[in-house]
């Protein structure tokens, strides 16, 4: 059965599934997702997995793009917690914005 690549819209029979979890909603990216919902036993909580049906290139392209952003350093402009701040001058007086 030949399927449709998610991103790039290759259609073929050797598709990859990129699953993806990080307590964040990643639908806000704007990337078409499909969301499945993993219960462990003796938990209560069901844990949302995103997932998408990619080609082998396309695969590739994420990890490389997933060592990148691993192994390069942290943007200054972000606190201990990951939130964005910028520099704002009010009156003369910088401080930061969040």
């Not at 998610?6 to 990859?16: A, H, L, S």
């Not at 049906?53 to 590739?60: I, L, S, T």
Request: charged residues 25%; negative net charge.
């Amino acid at each position: 059965m030949s399927e449709k690549c998610q991103r790039c819209g290759e259609v073929g029979q050797n598709m990859r599934t990129l699953h993806l979890s990080c307590l964040y909603d990643l639908m806000e990216l704007g990337i078409p997702f499909d969301i499945v919902y993993l219960q462990s036993v003796g938990i209560a909580v069901k844990h949302r997995i995103y997932t998408l049906r990619v080609c082998k290139g396309c695969r590739a392209e994420w990890l490389q793009s997933v060592k990148q952003w691993f192994n390069t350093p942290r943007a200054d402009n972000l606190d201990s917690n990951g939130i964005v701040t910028r520099p704002v001058s009010e009156y003369g007086v910088e401080d930061d914005i969040t």
